[in-house]
């Protein structure tokens, strides 16, 4: 939902909706799915679910506090800076790991790499951060695709492209 208003589709306006949704779905949501993937032995699926979990959570804090608090904005717009930047290389040593995974990880993680890193520009260039949107888009529509994917295959017995197996490295 971020990405709508990152690629000028929404207005900024849209932002309260985009926390609660954030701070629900993207947050507690995956935090949750990521303790539930640790339980079950999925290490990889628990730290990236909890990791992406706990970061919209503190994106919604950032975002909140920003509101209440006008005076923080040009801090934590620098702050929103390094954030994306390291987030984007958190991101890159989990798009490694999917390189033995699939191919619809392996999507959804690079182009999150890329998302993060045009994030991080985008505090200085609109440009960049519109095109962070439009990379942060196709990055959602991914793991929505994954998500249904995995699904399918589990439920249905349906395999849909990308859920193979890959070993890269």
């Given at each position: 939902m971020l990405m709508f208003?990152?690629?000028t589709?929404?207005?900024?306006t849209?932002?309260?909706t ?8 993207g947050?507690f949501?995956?935090?949750v799915?990521g ?10 699926g ?14 919604f804090l ?5 509101i209440?608090?006008k005076a ?11 954030w994306c ?5 958190l991101t ?7 390189c033995?995974?699939n ?9 999150l790499v890329?998302?993060?890193a045009?994030?991080?520009g985008?505090?200085h260039?609109e440009k960049?951060?519109?095109?962070a949107?439009?990379f942060?888009f196709?990055?959602?529509s ?9 699904l399918y295959?589990t439920?249905?017995g349906?395999s849909?492209p990308?859920v ?6």
């Amino acid at each position: 939902m971020l990405m709508f208003v990152t690629t000028t589709w929404a207005e900024r306006t849209f932002i309260p909706t985009v926390m609660c949704y954030a701070m629900f779905y993207g947050g507690f949501g995956q935090f949750v799915a990521g303790v539930l993937e640790l339980i079950k032995g999925n290490t990889f699926g628990g730290t990236a679910f909890a990791s992406y979990g706990a970061f919209w959570m503190g994106w919604f804090l950032l975002e909140y506090l920003m509101i209440t608090n006008k005076a923080l904005f040009v801090t934590a717009q620098t702050g929103k800076t390094l954030w994306c930047g390291l987030w984007s290389f958190l991101t890159l040593g989990f798009f490694v790991v999917t390189c033995r995974k699939n191919g619809c990880l392996m999507t959804i993680f690079s182009t999150l790499v890329i998302t993060f890193a045009l994030l991080a520009g985008g505090m200085h260039s609109e440009k960049c951060e519109q095109a962070a949107g439009y990379f942060g888009f196709f990055c959602g529509s991914s793991a929505i695709y994954a998500a249904f994917a995995f699904l399918y295959k589990t439920e249905l017995g349906i395999s849909l492209p990308g859920v193979a197996p890959v070993h890269y490295i």
